[in-house]
C-alpha cells in the first residue's frame, strides 16, 4: 500500500443525518498507522470544510473505540490523516445516528377502509389539516377495529409518536386509539407492543407520546371495538436507526450439500435473507467473507441399549 500526503476515507449516507457517534476498529497488525486520525462529518465533498468530530490520539492493534459526535449533521462521515507519508488502513467503521427530522414523511401507508378520499398518506403529508379537514386528513369507515398502519421501511427505535386530531367536528373518534410498533405484520401489525393508548385529544390539537425506544418497522394505530371510525389529520414520528453498520457472524452449518459450491452458497444466503425480510429487516445485504469449508466430523456410534451396539 502507496504512503501518500494527507490520505482519506469517506462514507457517503446518501442523506443528512444527525450522528451520534462513530466507532472504529483498527487492523489486527501496524495499528499505530491510524495514530492522528481525524473524524469529519458534514455536507461537503472537500474533506477540510466539514467540522471534526473526534481526533484518534492510538488506538491498540485490533482494538476497537468509540467517538461521541453530539448529534453533528452530514451527509459525509471522513476519516484522514494529515502529514506526508501516511496510509489510512481501517478494519470497520461503524456510523450510528438518526435522520434529522420526522421520519414518518418518507414511509408508506395503508389502511382497513377508506371514507372519501380521505386517504391513508394524508396522515403523513405534513399537513396538520387544520385550514382544509377535507383534503388533509384520514378516515376508515365506521367498522370493527379500525386501523392505519406506517411502514418505515426500516427498523427504527422510536423515542416519541406524534399525533394531530382533526379540527372541525367528531374529536371523540379518535378516542381510545391504541399506537402499536413492531416488526410483525401479524394481523396487519395490530398485535405489535403498545407505546401509548389516547383517552382523548381535543379538536385540532397535537399530542406527543413518548415510546421509550421501541423497537419497530411500523406504527400502527387501533381502535379496538364494534362500530368505530378512526380519523386522524397527521402522524409524526422521531427516531433513529444505524446509519451503517457491518456485521460479520461465524456459522457452522450441518448439511450433506456442498456448501464450497458457489450456487449452494448464494442459495444459502437467499434462504437466511427471506428469513431476515419476514422479520421486518429488509435494508440487509448479505455475503460471504471467506468460501465456507468443509469440515468432516467423525461420528462415534456408541453402545445401544443393550451394551452391545446394536
Not at 406527543?208 to 397527521?234: A, D, F, H, Q, W
Amino acid at each position: 500500500m502507496d504512503k501518500k500526503t494527507d490520505p482519506w476515507w469517506r462514507v457517503d449516507l446518501l442523506k443528512v443525518y444527525r450522528v451520534n457517534r462513530v466507532i472504529i476498529t483498527n487492523r489486527p497488525t501496524l495499528g499505530s498507522r491510524i495514530n492522528g486520525a481525524v473524524i469529519r462529518i458534514g455536507n461537503f465533498r472537500d474533506i477540510y470544510n466539514n467540522t471534526i468530530c473526534a481526533v484518534i490520539s492510538s488506538l491498540a492493534d485490533g482494538a476497537t473505540a468509540t467517538f461521541s459526535c453530539g448529534g453533528m449533521e452530514g451527509r459525509y462521515v471522513i476519516v484522514h490523516i494529515p502529514g506526508d507519508q501516511k496510509i489510512v488502513c481501517l478494519s470497520e467503521v461503524e456510523v450510528y445516528g438518526y435522520l434529522a427530522g420526522n421520519v414518518a414523511v418518507n414511509g408508506a401507508t395503508t389502511q382497513s377502509s377508506t371514507f372519501g378520499n380521505w386517504v391513508a398518506e394524508k396522515a403523513i403529508d405534513s399537513n396538520r389539516g387544520l385550514q382544509q379537514v377535507n383534503t388533509s386528513c384520514v378516515s376508515t369507515l365506521n367498522e370493527t377495529n379500525p386501523w392505519w398502519r406506517l411502514d418505515l421501511c426500516d427498523v427504527y427505535r422510536i423515542s416519541k409518536v406524534v399525533v394531530t386530531n382533526r379540527k372541525d367536528c367528531c374529536a371523540e373518534q379518535i378516542n381510545g386509539a391504541e399506537i402499536r410498533i413492531g416488526n410483525s405484520l401479524e394481523n396487519n401489525g395490530n398485535d405489535n407492543p403498545i407505546c401509548a393508548v389516547i383517552p382523548a385529544i381535543p379538536a385540532g390539537e397535537s399530542y406527543s407520546y413518548s415510546c421509550g425506544e421501541m423497537e419497530g418497522r411500523y406504527v400502527n394505530m387501533i381502535i379496538p371495538g364494534e362500530m368505530k371510525i378512526l380519523t386522524l389529520c397527521e402522524v409524526e414520528v422521531y427516531g433513529q436507526v444505524p446509519v451503517l453498520k457491518r456485521s460479520f457472524v461465524k456459522m457452522q452449518f450441518n448439511s450433506r450439500v456442498d456448501l464450497t459450491d458457489p450456487s449452494v452458497g448464494e442459495n444459502l444466503l437467499k434462504q437466511l435473507g427471506s428469513v431476515l425480510a419476514d422479520r421486518g429487516f429488509t435494508n440487509v445485504t448479505l455475503r460471504w467473507s471467506q468460501t465456507p469449508k468443509q469440515v468432516i466430523q467423525k461420528v462415534n456410534a456408541g453402545k445401544g441399549r443393550c451394551g452391545n451396539g446394536k
